[in-house]
């Protein structure tokens, strides 16, 4: 508005009068439209991983692998960092 010659505190008074039109607005309700959808589909992936390792488990007949041992976790955690200190290089 101000480039159309509006005044500063003219074109804060139209926007006080109307604050649901503004960019502000627009920017909180995109934001929140999107992190409904993003989360809608965080629930329904993780909805159909469980289904699936529930299918693969009573397909092959197999048990389900609880525990993890030491070694194993101290493996994935080496690989996290070596792949985290690639990234920063």
């Keep these: 508005m101000t480039q159309a010659g509006v005044p500063f505190f003219q074109a804060v008074q139209l926007a006080a009068r109307h604050p649901f039109r503004g960019a502000g607005f627009a920017g909180l309700r995109k934001g929140i439209i999107r992190g ?13 991983e469980w289904a699936y ?15 993890w041992n030491r070694d194993e976790l101290e493996t994935q955690t080496q690989f996290v960092r070596t792949v985290s200190q690639q990234a920063e290089t």
Excluded at 36 to 48: E, K, P, S
Excluded at 53 to 67: A, E, F, H, N, P
């Design 36 to 48: 409904i959808n993003w989360g809608g589909l965080a629930f329904f992936m993780r909805v159909f």
């Design 53 to 67: 390792r529930k299918y693969i488990l009573v397909r092959t007949g197999r048990k389900r692998q609880v525990s």
